[in-house]
């Protein structure tokens, strides 16, 4: 029999396959920013099931019907952010590209809740292989996709040479602004920062 697995009530029109459970897209939303909250408040080693239900205002059977575990409710949200990526630039330069990378990046890991929850993650792959390599997967098709494609761009136009390393390339435009943000956590850069910033680094990449 098709049941609704968050709340009781009438059966929706259309029908799931039987025995399937009716998974109510809200309470999943709210599932999950309850674990970036709980990410940010307890780390990953302290969090738990119960504690991100309680937070989401469920029971836990609405948690474990969409995951087996804390692993991968985790793993899984790890890997919709790297599917969502950042905006590609298309500013028609390499600095201005640059510079409106680095401003998203900038807002996204002054975030209080990306402040708390990177370091953590990062601890944990050191620990743990599969968080180790949703977080792998979840840079290269994120930021490390968006670099590629502002590379390849501006080689196009002829701002830098075809055939340059790319590995090195994306290096230098996202080294600087992460071992500021993310290693160092200093402080919130003065407002020219990041105009110099994507200048140094269009200078260092068409010396490559």
Same mark, same amino acid.
């Given at each position: 029999?098709?049941?609704?697995?968050?709340?009781?009530?009438?059966?929706?029109?259309?029908?799931?396959?039987?025995?399937?459970?009716?998974?109510?897209?809200?309470?999943?939303?709210?599932?999950?920013?309850?674990?970036?909250?709980?990410?940010?408040?307890?780390?990953?080693?302290?969090?738990?099931?119960?504690?991100?239900?309680?937070?989401?205002?469920?029971?836990?059977?609405?948690?474990?019907?969409?995951?087996?575990?804390?692993?991968?409710?985790?793993?899984?949200?790890?890997?919709?952010?790297?599917?969502?990526?950042?905006?590609?630039?298309?500013?028609?330069?390499?600095?201005?590209?640059?510079?409106?990378?680095?401003?998203?990046?900038?807002?996204?890991?002054?975030?209080?809740?990306?402040?708390?929850?990177?370091?953590?993650? %990062?601890?944990?792959? +050191?620990?743990?292989?599969?968080? *180790?390599? /949703?977080?792998?997967?979840? @840079? !290269? $098709? #994120? %930021?490390?996709?968006? +670099?590629?494609?502002?590379?390849? *761009?501006? /080689?196009?136009?002829?701002? @830098? !040479? $075809? #055939?340059?390393?790319?590995?090195?390339?994306?290096?230098?435009?996202?080294?600087?602004?992460?071992?500021?943000?993310?290693?160092?956590?200093?402080?919130?850069?003065?407002?020219?920062?990041?105009?110099?910033?994507?200048?140094?680094?269009?200078?260092?990449?068409?010396?490559?």
């Amino acid at each position: 029999m098709t049941t609704n697995a968050d709340v009781p009530g009438p059966r929706p029109r259309r029908r799931a396959p039987a025995g399937a459970a009716v998974l109510r897209e809200d309470v999943t939303e709210a599932i999950r920013a309850a674990v970036f909250e709980e990410l940010a408040a307890v780390g990953y080693a302290r969090m738990s099931i119960e504690g991100i239900a309680r937070r989401a205002g469920v029971g836990k059977t609405a948690v474990y019907r969409r995951w087996r575990s804390k692993l991968h409710l985790v793993l899984d949200l790890v890997s919709a952010v790297a599917v969502q990526g950042l905006p590609a630039p298309d500013t028609g330069s390499l600095e201005g590209d640059l510079r409106l990378l680095y401003e998203v990046t900038s807002r996204a890991l002054r975030h209080p809740v990306a402040g708390q929850i990177i370091p953590d993650l %990062q601890a944990e792959a +050191a620990r743990n292989p599969e968080i *180790a390599e /949703a977080l792998q997967k979840a @840079l !290269r $098709e #994120g %930021q490390q996709g968006v +670099a590629s494609g502002i590379v390849s *761009a501006a /080689a196009a136009r002829g701002e @830098l !040479r $075809e #055939g340059l390393d790319q590995e090195l390339a994306l290096d230098l435009i996202s080294g600087p602004l992460y071992w500021r943000s993310v290693v160092v956590r200093g402080p919130r850069p003065p407002k020219d920062y990041l105009e110099s910033l994507a200048r140094a680094t269009a200078g260092a990449l068409r010396a490559l």
